[in-house]
């Protein structure tokens, strides 16, 4: 899009926030770049140039605009929306790959030379792997520097740099400030009010409209005892991080979600967080998927009345994936309570003095000595979970950002018991497919019963084609249909 200059330019005259991630704004009077939505006087069209990510404008030697933040807009909907190489590089490099394997291990893992990693990513959003790593390196240290009161060496290290010097040299080219000073100005903004000793406060911010009905009810509704809980108006869960684990408070308000954090190791501060935005789906453009499912006639009265649905996700897909074959032909509370029985008998024990909180969900390797007769299980459901443990612990079945969505599928397919229904459901919360559409799910077959559209799911996948390439939110306008806990934010 940041080609499209005369779009561009009206987008940053109308200050319009929806574009917000797609583009950045970079004026050459003052070296400064900027999100489309900048509260300033836009400059004028002459002296601005247009680039597709903040590592591209660090590179040319830009900094980040004080009033506008743009190193905090919402990511961009690209990378959740593609299953392609650069998309995949993106969604790794989010999830912290490049700082803890190196671009070598990024390439590998995407199974091409870092010489062409690095050839895409320039091509596409004018930065490499090393640049886009060092843009997130720095939003990381900026959060530490303004909502933690950890000593400034420490900050560096967490936030990935392997030098204090390099911390200190980052962080003034980015903001023009010094960290002293960029602490100095977050408290006197926050007054008394900062964050409690040991945690993480800070805002999540996402495209509106944003509908949290489904959103956090859903999450709510089938969360894991032990693992997550709703509380006081928000959810909460236990993470396990690569460096230790945290919990995560997730409060819906008014232009944003809150997030509180109480990690083990401040390095786990930047996966904690993408993590709970790829959790919420808050990178999505909620104006495009809207726009597209409302030329149905329909679906239209639905988008209408809960714009900006999103796509509950998870935290991790092998978790994800084992919960899903849990939750086979049973109710959503007979899923919790095998689920539950898991997490005692396999779970790691977290302290929570907040909470509820008593276990981090058990890990792949953590099950692989699961005892099938200790499960309250039919026999062929222990079967399939049993053997898509295994699958996922020895790397047979690969569940994660650098997943090709396919791939997924035909490797899952040739698991025993695990059928479209299973597929598709983690195609769509765990991969972030946003086309994956569960044709044989209940909850949609009814709700097409009601809505007159057919009821074969091979007649009602050809009826959905129009949808694409956005049938995982359909879903969550079909299930919407019912009065099903799932639907609504929990009183």
């Known amino acids: 899009m940041h080609t499209d200059t005369e779009h561009c330019v009206r987008a940053v005259r109308s200050k319009d926030a929806r574009f917000d991630g797609w583009f950045f704004t970079a004026v050459l009077t003052t070296r400064i770049y900027c999100r489309p939505s900048c509260p300033v006087v836009p400059p004028k069209a002459e002296n601005m140039i247009f680039y597709p990510s903040a590592a591209a404008c660090q590179r040319a030697g830009f900094r980040a605009c004080k009033r506008c933040r743009p190193d905090t807009s919402p990511g961009?909907?690209?990378?959740?929306?593609?299953?392609?190489?650069?998309?995949?590089?993106?969604?790794?490099?989010?999830?912290?790959?490049?700082?803890?394997?190196?671009?070598?291990?990024?390439?590998?893992?995407?199974?091409?030379?870092?010489?062409?990693?690095?050839?895409?990513?320039?091509?596409?959003?004018?930065?490499?792997?090393?640049?886009?790593?060092?843009?997130?390196?720095?939003?990381?240290?900026?959060?530490?520097?303004?909502?933690?009161?950890?000593?400034?060496?420490?900050?560096?290290?967490?936030?990935?740099?392997?030098?204090?010097?390099?911390?200190?040299?980052?962080?003034?080219?980015?903001?023009?400030?010094?960290?002293?000073?960029?602490?100095?100005?977050?408290?006197?903004?926050?007054?008394?009010?900062?964050?409690?000793?040991?945690?993480?406060?800070?805002?999540?911010?996402?495209?509106?409209?944003?509908?949290?009905?489904?959103?956090?009810?859903?999450?709510?509704?089938?969360?894991?005892?032990?693992?997550?809980?709703?509380?006081?108006?928000?959810?909460?869960?236990?993470?396990?991080?690569?460096?230790?684990?945290?919990?995560?408070?997730?409060?819906?308000?008014?232009g944003h979600i809150g997030c509180r954090l109480s990690l083990t190791d401040p390095r786990d501060l930047t996966l904690a967080v993408n993590r709970c935005r790829w959790l919420l789906d808050l990178d999505a453009d909620p104006l495009a998927v809207d726009e597209q499912l409302s030329a149905d006639p329909v679906l239209a009265p639905l988008v209408a009345k809960n714009p900006g649905r999103r796509v509950p996700r998870t935290v991790d897909p092998a978790e994800f994936a084992v919960r899903a074959v849990l939750g086979q032909q049973v109710s959503t509370a007979a899923a919790r309570t095998h689920a539950a029985r898991l997490v005692t008998a396999h779970g790691k024990p977290v302290e929570d003095p907040d909470g509820g909180l008593t276990h981090l969900f058990p890990d792949p390797e953590a099950l692989a000595s699961l005892d099938p007769e200790?499960?309250?299980?039919?026999?062929?459901?222990?079967?399939?979970?049993?053997?898509?443990?295994a699958a996922l612990a020895d790397g047979t079945v690969r569940l994660g950002p650098d997943t090709h969505w396919d791939e997924a599928r035909a490797r899952l397919a040739e698991l025993p018991g695990i059928g479209p229904w299973t597929i598709e459901t983690i195609a769509m919360r765990a991969l972030g497919d946003p086309d994956a559409f569960l044709a044989t799910d209940l909850g949609v077959r009814k709700a097409a019963q009601r809505l007159d559209l057919p009821a074969t799911p091979a007649a009602l996948t050809a009826r959905t084609a129009p949808w694409r390439p956005w049938r995982a939110y359909a879903v969550q306008h079909l299930w919407a249909t019912d009065n099903h806990p799932i639907n609504t934010l929990p009183s």
């Open 374 to 389: 200790a499960l309250a299980l039919p026999r062929q459901r222990r079967t399939t979970l049993t053997t898509l443990v």
């Open 76 to 254: 961009s909907p690209e990378w959740n929306a593609r299953a392609d190489t650069v998309a995949r590089a993106m969604r790794l490099i989010r999830d912290g790959v490049v700082d803890r394997e190196g671009v070598p291990g990024l390439a590998a893992r995407l199974g091409y030379s870092a010489r062409q990693i690095e050839r895409q990513l320039r091509a596409e959003l004018g930065a490499g792997p090393l640049a886009l790593a060092r843009a997130q390196r720095a939003q990381t240290a900026r959060v530490l520097i303004e909502t933690t009161a950890l000593p400034f060496a420490h900050v560096a290290f967490a936030a990935g740099f392997s030098s204090v010097r390099t911390f200190n040299d980052t962080v003034r080219e980015v903001f023009a400030l010094a960290p002293g000073e960029l602490r100095a100005r977050a408290a006197r903004r926050a007054g008394a009010d900062g964050a409690s000793p040991g945690t993480i406060e800070l805002r999540l911010p996402h495209r509106t409209p944003l509908t949290p009905g489904n959103l956090f009810g859903h999450l709510a509704a089938t969360g894991v005892p032990g693992v997550e809980e709703w509380r006081d108006g928000a959810y909460r869960r236990t993470l396990a991080l690569p460096h230790g684990h945290g919990i995560v408070t997730l409060t819906p308000r008014p």
